[in-house]
């Protein structure tokens, strides 16, 4: 069957359409089956996709069920975003930029060959980070997130349950990160890596779509840091099997590696583009897949209060190694608070943030200078990179 292309208006305006003739919502196929009856063919993954990124419009009511929103929510001013093609950063740093908008609509913008790395840690799961998933983050209980109990005398963060996501979510995950792999490998200089934060849960599922998009496998990064996800003994029946544990304790943070295809050899493509490889810690020893980490401290938590926060001193071994000389762009299509283009100031590199929620816009203004200052070993310092406190100046 023949796929018709169609505007991202056109088919949210069928799904509006549908869900507002509907009592009590609707469920995704049946979404689908209407929005086909007025506009022609749609995939499914679109239907579901254009619901889950439209959460001020959008809500769903329980799995694979949505409605109409019925409570007001701030949202972006799409129209303004696109009616500007040379939309102006609403913060400039140091030689930080970050900009308010979806990183889809920003990357079909920029100019080809112009961003040099990616750093980003997105929102593998998709539906961690929608309004109504936030909410019940913010009111401490319900939905995705789960409020590990305390450890060792410490109360550790929230953390995301990607157990109860479904084959339509993981459907909905691989055509996100082939797409998202799309609009990369349009911007990127060849030669260019990606940095990519994942779970092991996820991490074969966003790494399908990426080699979909054409991007090359170059391996993971581990980030060695004790969680509290996994380890548990059989809900209800822990006295009974004492001695079994239903997943590994998490003891590593995997982060995929992907590069665009080079242009001839690597000498050929770091001679041009001055990309294709990563950079070394220093002349005796080259750049590790194992880094040494740890929970990120609370003294940037409370400068920056992001529920997948990543610690400066990870961060930056990161993004120093993507730019092999020491020059170029680095991008984060899904800036949160900035922490990766802290990072990148404090390296002295060019950095470019993109990031839709105006909450986390309003935070990043203030936190992205002081996570900049948080003090750490240098990435070229000899020793267990990593594993070192931070602190503020």
């Excluded at 129209?79 to 930029?97: F, G, H, I």
């Excluded at 200089?189 to 496998?217: D, R």
């Excluded at 409370?302 to 092999?324: G, W, Y």
Aim: hydrophobic share 35%; aromatic share 8%; with cysteine.
């Amino acid at each position: 069957m023949t796929r018709l292309k169609h505007s991202r208006g056109t088919v949210r305006d069928a799904i509006v359409a549908c869900l507002d003739s509907t009592q009590g919502g609707a469920s995704v196929a049946d979404i689908r089956r209407f929005v086909e009856t007025r506009i022609g063919v749609v995939p499914t993954s679109s239907v579901r996709s254009y619901l889950r990124q439209h959460p001020n419009i959008f809500e769903r009511t329980q799995h694979g069920r949505y409605q109409l929103r019925s409570e007001p929510v701030e949202a972006i001013d799409e129209t303004a975003n696109k009616s500007n093609d040379r939309m102006e950063p609403v913060l400039v740093w140091n030689q930080a930029a970050l900009y308010r908008e979806d990183c889809f609509d920003w990357m079909e913008r920029r100019e080809e060959n112009s961003i040099h790395a990616v750093v980003t840690d997105p929102p593998y799961g998709l539906v961690e980070y929608t309004e109504i998933e936030q909410r019940k983050l913010r009111a401490g209980r319900g939905g995705v997130w789960r409020l590990p109990p305390s450890f060792d005398g410490h109360q550790r963060s929230p953390v995301p349950r990607f157990t109860i996501l479904g084959e339509a979510d993981f459907e909905h995950m691989r055509d996100f990160f082939e797409r998202f792999g799309k609009g990369v490998s349009r911007v990127l200089v060849p030669g260019a890596h990606v940095f990519v934060a994942s779970n092991p849960l996820g991490s074969h599922i966003v790494a399908s779509g990426l080699a979909e998009a054409g991007l090359e496998s170059r391996g993971m990064i581990f980030r060695l840091v004790m969680t509290m996800r996994g380890g548990d003994r059989p809900k209800n029946a822990h006295e009974e099997f004492s001695d079994v544990t239903v997943m590994p304790r998490s003891m590593a943070e995997p982060w995929l590696l992907f590069r665009k295809p080079l242009e001839g050899r690597v000498q050929d493509n770091l001679r041009k583009w001055g990309t294709g490889g990563l950079r070394r810690q220093s002349e005796s020893r080259p750049f590790g897949d194992v880094i040494k980490s740890h929970p990120t401290r609370l003294a940037e938590r409370r400068l920056a209060p992001h529920p997948s926060l990543k610690p400066q001193a990870f961060l930056r071994q990161l993004v120093r190694a993507a730019l092999p000389l020491g020059t170029g762009v680095i991008l984060d299509p899904f800036a949160g608070l900035g922490s990766p283009l802290a990072a990148a100031n404090h390296l002295g590199y060019h950095s470019i943030g993109v990031e839709l929620s105006s909450k986390y816009i309003e935070i990043a203004m203030m936190a992205l200078p002081q996570l900049e200052a948080i003090k750490c070993p240098e990435p070229d310092t000899p020793g267990d990179l990593g594993a070192f406190d931070c602190r503020v100046c």
